[in-house]
């Protein structure tokens, strides 16, 4: 791998350059949600109910915590995400780990002239591993190919790169309908409906994109149309025989699908520029309740604005709010597995 | 208890409020100094003094951090106060927690237009406690009354709401005076003058207020007229039986007293307003120390201006750096028995 | 000790103001690089080795966190500096101390008209070792004598006090000389070139005045005129018989050393006034690497701006991000010592 170069590397196709962060099928650095396939989806869907159920006793948290006492984890958040930082730090304790953080851009030691490179190659020197989030897009997977280069060879994960990958929240929607539909034959043959600002919102993006894994998946992309999927997504989806159908009337299929995701609209985005899009057609309310499913679930990623009322929080059809639980199961597993404690997990 | 809404809980005298934060004498959440009874209050006395006895060796230190090695505390000080903050730290780590913090109100969710409420309501999820300080009166009880009705029902400690309540600060002032007293029969009958700023200081109204769960107490109430203690304090304690006088001349009252508990002139609130009072007559120095008793106990809740000279810190009856250790055990203790390991300790 | 003021003591000499801090052969107290002798340096060195050595196998990895699991750490860092940070934090958690941090200098509780000192007063209480970065000069030294008449009488660790100190720095940069060459036959008589600013780079500085400490060292002092090392060190050169020459042509001699230690131009305390300095004279570039020794170690303390071509990190020679590497090490050295558990490592 050596003989490849940054810029070589960067110029290979996304499934090529995946190989490159997996090694005896145990991920070396987590960058893109394209490195997800359904065996390793589901070891570590096994893996988070795992260090779910024995976090129920105190016997179990203890167990965990030994695991990786001897660990230190640095969570380099130049983008904050007090959520997903949190969440993070979570699943690190939950482990035994320690943790130490970076959260405010203007302390870096960039403001000395120093270039990234050498700020992070001297963070993976006091760290086992590295978290990271920040807000240029392909800036993770330059590091974490850089990173293998460099000795001790310290995995990395990405925790949000800008606009581009967030491949553990799309890991954590997954695993939620994963578990979702756990004792209703899987996810399957399910039908599905995405809303919202699937052009821009990467979480719905990545989870169009991952849901390829799963067999007879129907999908409803529900957006306005300047919002709709972009074209990239969908020709995924017709090459891997994923259905789907696009509306803007997310109503008119409530009653129909099997799961709602919900997103937010993202329009921080929109410098300036005013859009004319009804939002109040991309909501879902109290009255809509009736029209789904006895067994329809509804997710968002959160943070939520006025797409879902809060009135539908004690509806037990919504589980946005076990998406963050299970986020931080999810990411003790993924933890666990870059550091091959998995097995200890699973024979406990 | 369900069946309150938040609007009518909130619509409830203080003292029925109260009784929603506890349940088979164990404080669920810590919202109000009001919530210290007497029994309360010796019972975390006494654990706080087993804490502090036990830190002396480190075999009582390791026994101490092997109470809670699962559990992961969250400080949520979105107002910031470094002193408190690090006295909650430090508790938590004796008791083995782990903790997470967020203290820059700027990197808050809140910024993509998430409620406080969904934020918190997942800091919950990620945590076994909340301990809370930001500047807003009232939303800590708001809050601390919603996470009753979340699964999970975690814990919630108030570390300063607003001008409102910061009810460890009261317990820490409370157990100080209580060691003071320990050889000299108690705190019962005790002559105590509160000097300062009384109307806003919301230290010595909440010790005021908690002077009453003893027997005989004398308060002298040493304000200028703008800053006397306000009514509402001064109804209590007639309601109680706890005799008191006011004055706005502490010297005079040098010598007979117990204990003098000095405050900090809030002039921060006085918002662009001049005030012309003699801050002269507000302070203790060092020329005074002759005029009090050889056992009179100097308090300050600290940070301290002029209010007293430095060179009173090395006379044995200043105790105010004590309260800042008192408080860091006091902490650690009123922990223990929201986690219920307060047994342990005692019999340890 | 305690009969000589705060203002006496700052008028000693700094050998006599050393002589406070060390107590039995052991460190109260790291405010100056001038405390370390040689015998304090081999046995740092000896005790860095034997951590990193530990750290390379779990079981060793947990029994130095079973060290000082029962200590708690301050980081107060109000002059932001990311790299020393972390590195004190790793150096702490390998050793299973816990940490609690102040990195805003905004949040400190001077805000309400505290004293610093109070601060730290406060602080030295909840926590068992104070590490401190700040700006201003002298402030450090100052706190640290005052520390000893605090009960209980914590250690503090200067990280870094303005354009004075930065004694771990100094530490590391010798500890990563004698790690180089220790296969061939030590530090003593080797003939070292320091580059850069050596007139306002404390690291070249302090290096230089450790080195002292070693026999037959002939220095190479390579600087502009405007950035030569000043006088007060150069008298320390010759009061302890160490050879040097000045030059302001480093590119002359990189035939004849057996280590090169590169500075970062300090252009930022240039305020507003432009030098005329040519940088290209002051830089170490790939073409250059033939010139030297097969042996020729190369060190900077980092940040490096253009001092340095990235081309030159992967040469063998290149030992700057093992100095990163070392200062982990040879801090988690220093705290094992000052808290006296230096023996149950060197014999585990």
Redesign the interface.
Known sequence: MSTVSLDQFLQLRISRRCQYFIENNRLLALVYAQQFDRPLLENLFRLADAVRSLSET?DG??FL?SLL??R?A?LYFTQ????T???F??AC??LGM???D???P????EV????R???L???S???DLIIMRQPEAGFCEKIAFQMLSW?GRKPIINAGSGTDQHPTQALLDLYTLHRCFGRAGGLDHKKIMLVGDLKRGRTARSLAYLLTNYQGIELILAAPDELAMAEDIKQHLRENSTTFIETNDMHAHLAEIDAIYMT?IQD?WDQGSKTSIDYSRLGLQAKHLTALKPHCYILHP????REIQ?AIDSDPRAVY?DQ??NG?WIRAALIAHMFAVDKDILEH
Chains 1, 2, 3 share one sequence.
């Open positions: 105190s948290r203890l915590r006492p001897d230190r640095m904050p995400s007090t959520r930082f949190l969440s730090a979570a304790h939950i320690s943790t130490a970076v959260r405010d203007a302390t870096s030691s000395k002239g120093e270039t490179q050498d700020a190659r001297i963070f020197i006091y760290h000795p937010r921080e959160l943070p939520r604005r809060t709010f963050a639980e931080m």
